[in-house]
């Protein structure tokens, strides 16, 4: 049977959409894009919540109810609560449901991915790709910032800041932080607000950028509403993919498959494939095609804590079109030989949404933002195609538990700046019962891990034995097939993930 599609992608997320851009750029490469959500191919016609990006890092109670979220659960730390791990189903994916933050990893954080046996990732050979997506409506003449890229970034100008983010900058900078005025230039750290892939409220998703401009290509094919379900495999070369639409089955053919269905559906897609360690996939009846044990594994991300404070009385949420979490300190913990090992985001809003997960309160969204532990992917144990069982095993170290402690303590004292106190009263969560015995404080802290949404690591890229890909995004062992999302990550970057992923696309493609 002959191939119709000399290359086909599948989800059309943050990597996805880019990757199709590119790729189709050579008219004579007849691309397929397939998509497990919704298409909108207009932008009249796509959801107000899809189009406009709140920018709040609370997600609506009724996620479950949204047909672009996923909406997983998965099981914080060690038998601690489950939590909301949304993701977007949609075109575009996360990058159409996420707050749009748009924030670099450090140096250090992609010099490390090329000391793990990834020499195209240092940091030098990464910066000419992070220029290339971004056009930075606020730097746009300094030579680390691109002025052309598809995806506009812009900061809350300092005359808008709302009152609880100026506040919690002085506070910070008289703590003895460095006024960041760019979180986005090399080596920088302390407080200043964060840039956003937001213009005039519109998000600037993958899909409004690098899509939108390109649908016109006849060899670009966009396939949604469309779940794909296996990879098929002769011997261990990629021929073709399984795929699920309106409870319809198709088989799909090509010699050029690339997966991009982000951190936690590539490696499911891959074990329920045979790809991955036979023991997560044998007992469900799949046969192993290739063993790679790191399938799964390396689950990164970075968990974060609500610390809220009661607001004085009057106060009332900024009206504001700007996200309510617009002002950001990184930092770096005591003793700690990771720069920027934690940061905080500033929330100015009181409300959570109806979310339980969510304190009611001014609240700062403190993060660990390179943890130690790491948790794993696998299949359900009941039905391997049901949603997957996502163990993130936050807090399984004393570090990562002491940064929390350190963290909180830190902002007890910036909540008791005079400035900050016209805003705020007593810290609630966690209230003083709590906050005065470490004991009982550690115990507090595995029940209240939320995500920070910045799943990844779990088919990563290396030589090592846990290494799934190799540094072009190969599947090691395997022919004709790629990984290229956020999955591939070595490490979890000191940073939002969007900026990396788009950066991975971008990047890869050179290699190839
Ligand atoms: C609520 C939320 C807030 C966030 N906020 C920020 C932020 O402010 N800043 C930031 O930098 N990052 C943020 N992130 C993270 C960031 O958006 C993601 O890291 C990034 O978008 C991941 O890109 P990806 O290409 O790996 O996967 P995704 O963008 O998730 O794309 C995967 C796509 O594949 C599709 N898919 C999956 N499985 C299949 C299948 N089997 N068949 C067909 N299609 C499939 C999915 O529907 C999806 O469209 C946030 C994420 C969320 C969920």
Excluded at 109 to 132: C, I, T
Aim: charge should be negative; hydrophobic fraction near 35%.
């Amino acid at each position: 049977m002959s191939n119709i599609f000399d290359t086909v992608i599948v989800g059309s997320g943050s990597a996805g959409s880019i990757l199709a851009n590119r790729l189709s750029e050579d008219t004579s490469r007849n691309i397929l894009l397939i998509e497990a959500g919704n298409d909108y191919s207009n932008l009249e016609s796509i959801p107000e919540n899809v189009y406009y990006g709140h920018g709040n890092l609370e997600m609506p109670a009724s996620q479950e109810l949204d047909p672009h979220n996923w909406a997983y659960k998965g099981e914080s730390t060690k038998d601690g609560p489950f939590i909301r791990i949304p993701r977007g189903k949609v075109i575009g994916g996360s990058s159409s449901i996420n707050a749009q933050i748009l924030l670099r990893g450090v140096r250090e954080d992609y010099d490390r991915w090329a000391e793990f046996g990834n020499e195209h990732w240092s940091f030098e050979k990464v910066l000419p790709y992070f220029k290339k997506f971004e056009n930075d409506i606020d730097y746009s003449n300094e030579d680390y910032h691109g002025n052309s890229g598809y995806i506009k970034v812009k900061r809350v100008p300092e005359q808008e800041w709302d009152d609880v983010h100026r506040a919690f900058y002085n506070s910070c900078v008289d703590y003895g932080f460095p006024a960041c005025p760019d979180h986005n230039k090399p080596d920088s750290t302390g407080v200043g607000p964060l840039g956003f892939n937001q213009i005039d409220g519109v998000r600037q998703s993958t899909s409004i950028t690098y899509l939108a401009d390109i649908r016109h290509r006849p060899n670009l094919n966009i396939k949604s509403n469309a779940y794909v379900k296996k990879i098929i495999f002769e011997g261990t070369k990629a021929i073709g993919l399984e795929l699920e639409s309106n409870n319809q089955k198709f088989n799909i053919y090509s010699d050029d498959i690339i997966i991009s269905a982000g951190a936690i559906e590539s490696p499911k897609l891959l074990l329920n494939s045979g790809v991955g360690d036979p023991e997560k996939f044998i007992k469900h009846g799949i046969n192993p095609v290739i063993d790679l044990p790191g399938v799964g594994k390396n689950l990164r991300d970075h968990p974060m804590l609500y610390v809220a404070w009661e607001p004085t009385e009057g106060y009332t949420n900024p009206k504001t079109n700007y996200s309510r979490v617009a002002m950001g300190l990184r930092y770096t913990s005591n003793n700690s030989n990771f720069i920027n090992d934690m940061i905080v985001y500033m929330n100015s809003s009181t409300r959570n949404n109806g979310n339980p997960e969510v304190p009611e309160g001014i609240k700062a969204n403190l993060t660990l933002n390179l943890e130690e532990s790491s948790g794993e992917v696998f299949l359900n144990d009941d039905n391997p195609d049901d949603y997957p069982k996502l163990s993130y095993n936050y807090l399984s170290t004393e570090n990562d538990i002491n940064r929390f402690i350190e963290g909180i303590k830190i902002l007890e004292k910036i909540g008791e700046h005079n400035e900050f106190q016209k805003y705020v009263g007593e810290m609630l969560h966690p209230d003083i019962s709590i906050r005065k015995d470490d004991k009982l404080l550690k115990k507090w802290l595995h029940g209240k891990m939320v995500t920070g949404h910045h799943s990844s690591g779990t088919c990563k890229m290396g030589n090592d034995p846990l290494a799934v890909v190799d540094q072009s995004g190969s599947v090691i062992g395997a022919q004709n097939l790629k990984v290229v999302d956020a999955s591939i990550m070595p490490d979890c970057i000191r940073a939002n993930t969007n900026a990396t992923v788009m950066l991975i696309a971008e990047r890869i493609i050179d290699l190839w």
